[in-house]
Each structure stands twice: as structure tokens, then as C-alpha cells.
């Protein structure tokens, strides 16, 4: 049987221009066939399934002979062999390529063919595949509960855990460590960042309405988002880092929810009342001046 790429598992099937932008060919239409062609989407996902094993939630790993565990330092595992074993064992509608031949025909170098994977894996259409569509269900929960502190502290509790779980996550970690040396990696990290926070955005956005709130002067909804989306990642790499530091607790109450529910005192206020003064002017009006002595 014949396949094409409409035959593939999104997001395989969609066009990858602009995406892929690193294949080899002298001919611009060349080029612009073989980046929506079932060899680059085998490669691509041959690369994303090497990603979701190493990086994906740890399992239970047998200690080599010597007592210790395995342990892979940065994007080691995405090596040209392993890629090449992996594409050679891929299931159709993929491609299945034998050897280094069709792979090195594809891209002139493997630092392009990762800059491709990267670019293709933090795109936004990726984001959903991986996060699951649990974030309908979180969004109802802030908007509906009867408690909304309790909405906060189990909604969060639960995003925490589902961002831990994410192999995107834990590459975003691996790669914003040398990503001042490719701004590559910086532009396909903003995208990732896009399909994440829009859909949050407009969760927010309903949220504060049904609740009653309004932001406070001097804060947009997108600074919001952000500020919300920061504070949540920092809590999801204490998790990752220190499991036993009690940042997560459980869904009824966690430091997590607390450090947010502070942060979202901050900045909403009634709707029903008179705006009141910015964040920045609260504190700059109680806190206690500093004299200075002669």
C-alpha cells in the first residue's frame, strides 16, 4: 500500500514550511517538496519518539552492572545512529529508512536536522498532542467551582503535574541552557510559548468576568497570563528537582496555589468598586521610608 502525507497522525500531516527550513537540494521547489515529503516527517518523528523515551515521565530504571543507574547528559541520545535505528524501525504510514544514506541526502549536517526537530517540536501544533485536553476541564473549574480558592489550588496542583509529565517540557529545559548560542532555538521556544498561553489567556479572560473581578490598573491580561505562566513553570521545576520539597502537597491545598492566589490578590480587584491605584503605588504608599543618617 502506498501512503501519503495525508495518511499520517497529526500534527505529521500538516505543512511544515517555514518549519523545516534546513534540507538539502540546489532547486528551491526541491527543497519545498522534500520538507513536506514522508522521508522529513519519518525523520521528524523518529526524532520526537527518541525525545518522548528519554525525556518523557522517568520509569523505574534498572542499575547498570556497576550499581548505577543510566544517566544521558543533554541531546546525546538524538545521535545520528540512534536516529538511524529508530527511522529503520517506524511503522507505515512513516517511512521506514535503512542506513545513513537517506538521512545524509536530507540534511547537510546533523546540527541542521536538529535545529529542524526542535523547530518542529515546539511549534504550537505540538504543544496539545502532549498536554492533553485537560485544560477545558482546569478552565471550568476556575470559572464554576463554588470555592474559587479551591478551583486555584486544584487547578494548579493538576497543571503542575501534567507540565511535569511533558517530554516538551523537559527538552525546553535542556535546550534554554545553550539557547543564547542559536536564535533559533529562542523563535521556536516563543512559538511553543504561543499554543501554550493563548488558550489560557482566554480561560483568564472569562474567569475574572465570572468571578467578578477586573484586573488593576496597570496590568494587561497578557502580563497576567505571563506572570501566571512564569510562577507555574517555577514550581514545576522545583517538583522536577526536589519531588520531597513539598512545593506540590495535593490538590486541596499546595504552596503552589498559594504563591498564585497571592499573585492574582495582586493584581484583580471588584468590578463593582471605584478602580483603585496600581500595585506600584499601594506598596510605594506603605512602605516605611528609609532615613538615612547624616
Not at 523545516?20 to 526524532?47: H, I
Not at 545520528?80 to 517511512?95: N, Q, T, Y
Amino acid at each position: 500500500m502506498t501512503y501519503g502525507k495525508k495518511d499520517l497522525p497529526y500534527p505529521y500531516s500538516q505543512d511544515f514550511s517555514g518549519i523545516v527550513t534546513r534540507v538539502k537540494g540546489v532547486r528551491e521547489s526541491t527543497r519545498a517538496a522534500l520538507v513536506n515529503s514522508l522521508k522529513v516527517a519519518s525523520y521528524l518523528k523518529a526524532g520526537a519518539n527518541l525525545v518522548e523515551r528519554n525525556l518523557g515521565a522517568p520509569k523505574v530504571v534498572a542499575p547498570n552492572s556497576d550499581g548505577r543507574k543510566e544517566y544521558w547528559s543533554g541531546l546525546n541520545f538524538l545521535s545520528e545512529r540512534a536516529l538511524s535505528r529508530e527511522v529503520a524501525e517506524l511503522e507505515p504510514p512513516f517511512l521506514r529508512q535503512r542506513g545513513t544514506g537517506p538521512y545524509r541526502s536530507t540534511w547537510a549536517s546533523h546540527d541542521d536536522y536538529l535545529n529542524d526537530l526542535l523547530a518542529f517540536l515546539f511549534h504550537a501544533m505540538n504543544y496539545d498532542p502532549q498536554y492533553g485536553a485537560e485544560l477545558e476541564t482546569r478552565g471550568d473549574w476556575l470559572a464554576t467551582d463554588d470555592s474559587f480558592v479551591d478551583a486555584v489550588h486544584r487547578a494548579v496542583f493538576h497543571e503542575i503535574l501534567a507540565i511535569c509529565r511533558m517530554p516538551l517540557f523537559r527538552l525546553q529545559l535542556v535546550v534554554c541552557a545553550t539557547a543564547d548560542r542559536n536564535d533559533g532555538i529562542h523563535d521556536a521556544i516563543a512559538n511553543n510559548y504561543a499554543g501554550a498561553l493563548d488558550p489560557w489567556m482566554k480561560v483568564y479572560e472569562q474567569t475574572i468576568a465570572a468571578r467578578g473581578f477586573r484586573l488593576r490598573e496597570g496590568i494587561t491580561l497578557e502580563q497576567f497570563t505571563n506572570i501566571l505562566a512564569a510562577m507555574t513553570e517555577g514550581f514545576a521545576i522545583r517538583h522536577l528537582g526536589d519531588p520531597g520539597s513539598g512545593v506540590l502537597g495535593g490538590p486541596a491545598d499546595n504552596l503552589a496555589g498559594m504563591g498564585i492566589l497571592a499573585m492574582m490578590n495582586s493584581y484583580l480587584e471588584p468590578a463593582d468598586e471605584p478602580p483603585g491605584p496600581t500595585l506600584r503605588e499601594v506598596f510605594e504608599g506603605a512602605a516605611q521610608p528609609i532615613e538615612h543618617g547624616e
